[in-house]
């Protein structure tokens, strides 16, 4: 059950009592959700490296990525896309609880943490057409990606990359119309001298967007692009 005061939308700079987004039981200030429900989270345990998604051996690429590698290097993901993280996603993005860009931002941060790997310089979160912005009032991504900057103390790079083609949501298109949905829909603006960049997102879920980021980022000059994202459909 989700509380009644989230579902208002209430704007990121209103101080939410100290109940559970999920079940309305006390929770520490500060937070969102409890302890019991954070073991509803549904984690991804082990990780093909390139794309993200939940295999059989840690480490060893899935057989989509033996054969056809996409054009991100590597991916990172917390959780599954399922319940409850894929609602509180959708209250994110289309019910300005902003302040859920806090608990998902701080989760990206630590599992980036986690990895052990050399940083890249900047991130760049995936951007929303302008019209899509003036109508959202923000963009979920660019909320997220400022919270994991400040874990991980790297700039953000908002101008890097501008979405110049206003497109459908692609979680109602199948895989063939989110190519041709999402192809062309970005250009590359300015660089900032940045040789690696991590792209961050809400969701992944076939990759399309995220892989024409890329594809954009690469040929552009830039010789590693990480992706971030909250949540991964595997």
């Known amino acids: 059950m989700v509380n009644n005061w989230l579902t208002k939308g209430q704007g990121a700079n209103a101080i939410p009592p100290a109940i559970c987004f999920l079940c309305e039981d006390y929770v520490d200030p500060g937070h969102l959700v409890c302890n019991p429900c954070r073991l509803d989270f549904a984690v991804i345990r082990r990780a093909c490296p390139r794309c993200g998604k939940e295999v059989s051996h840690a480490n060893l690429p899935c057989p989509s990525c033996s054969t056809r590698p996409p054009r991100y290097d590597h991916l990172i993901a917390p959780f599954h896309y399922a319940y409850p993280i894929s609602l509180m996603i959708k209250f994110l993005k289309y019910n300005n609880n902003i302040e859920l860009s806090g608990e998902f931002g701080r989760a990206l941060a630590s599992a980036v943490e986690a990895r052990g790997r050399p940083l890249p310089e900047a991130v760049v979160p995936v951007p929303l057409h302008p019209l899509r912005a003036a109508l ?4 979920q991504a660019g909320e997220i990606a400022r919270v994991v900057a400040a874990q991980l103390r790297l700039p953000v790079e908002l101008g890097m990359v501008k979405r110049t083609r206003h497109t459908l949501p692609q979680f109602n298109l199948d895989p063939a119309q989110r190519l041709r949905n999402i192809n062309g829909a970005f250009s590359f603006r300015s660089g900032s001298g940045c040789r690696s960049v991590a792209i961050v997102d809400d969701v992944v879920t076939t990759g399309t967007t995220v ?12 010789k590693t692009v990480e992706v971030w994202a909250c949540a991964r459909a595997c």
Request: avoid cysteine; proline fraction near 0%; charged fraction near 20%.
């Open 211 to 222: 892989n024409e980021l890329a594809g954009l980022l690469k040929q552009a000059g830039l």
């Open 136 to 139: 959202r009032g923000y963009n």
